[in-house]
């Protein structure tokens, strides 16, 4: 079943598209989630801890694989930068010292694309890691703005805001204390925008983990 949420403040037009998730509804990974946010939508899928590859193995820690695949046609440059990111953030987020010589495997697949895309998966990657029930440091969300031609920052922008905006960043922030684990950046802009945008970010994480914990409160726990 899908749970939506929605959410977002005035300042900055700041205000979050409609989001929701749904767990568990593919039957062969060992976890699996779709997210959407607005007309965005990510299925994600979790295999392992499993087998690894000899050439592949780590002897003290588990080997994450990342892929990241279009609506359509072959993966390209956008997509490996993507798995790059999603990979990092993932790789800081798992307790992959307690699957060494193992191999785990996060398999995206865009649905849908209208803006936000890594953010997403970000989020779509997370709520799978923790549908497949891995240990991990922290819990991990994606929130995405943009800065339009006067200065403007638009939180969780469309595809058509983002082609019209002069600066997209998208980062990923940690549950603990809101800190940035990993940013993506295109575009101009100044020092100062960047720390306003990281602050609206950062504000605009907390509905997305109220999110995670309500989603997993209705999951586990029996009223």
């Known amino acids: 079943m899908m749970e939506v949420t929605q959410s977002g403040s005035a300042q900055h037009a700041a205000v979050l598209r409609e989001f929701g998730c749904e767990h568990s509804l593919l039957s062969r990974p060992d976890g699996s989630a779709s997210f959407v946010q607005g007309d965005t939508t990510v299925l994600a899928g979790v295999y392992g801890p499993a087998e690894v590859m000899v050439s592949k193995e780590s002897f003290d820690r588990a080997t994450l694989e990342v892929t990241l695949k279009p609506k359509v046609g072959m993966p390209g440059v956008a997509e ?45 990657a997370c709520m799978a890691l923790m549908d497949a029930g891995l240990p991990m440091h922290c819990l991990f969300c994606g929130v995405c703005c943009a800065i339009d031609q006067q200065g403007t920052i ?12 002069r600066a997209v960043m998208t980062f990923a922030l940690d549950s603990t204390d809101c800190r940035v684990m990993m940013s993506s ?39």
Do not use: M, W
Request: some cysteine; hydrophobic content about 30%.
């Open 80 to 124: 490996r930068s993507k798995e790059q990111c999603i990979r990092q953030t993932c790789e800081a987020a798992l307790l992959t010292r307690l699957h060494p010589r193992t191999s785990i495997t996060l398999s995206l697949q865009t649905v849908h694309d209208d803006g936000a895309l890594l953010a997403c998966c970000l989020n779509a």
């Open 185 to 223: 950046t295109k575009g101009s802009y100044t020092a100062a925008e960047l720390q306003q945008c990281i602050a609206v970010c950062q504000r605009a994480s907390e509905s997305i983990f109220q999110f995670y914990r309500d989603s997993v409160s209705r999951r586990y726990c029996k009223a």
């Open 154 to 165: 638009k939180l969780d922008p469309t595809a058509k805001e983002e082609k019209e905006s």
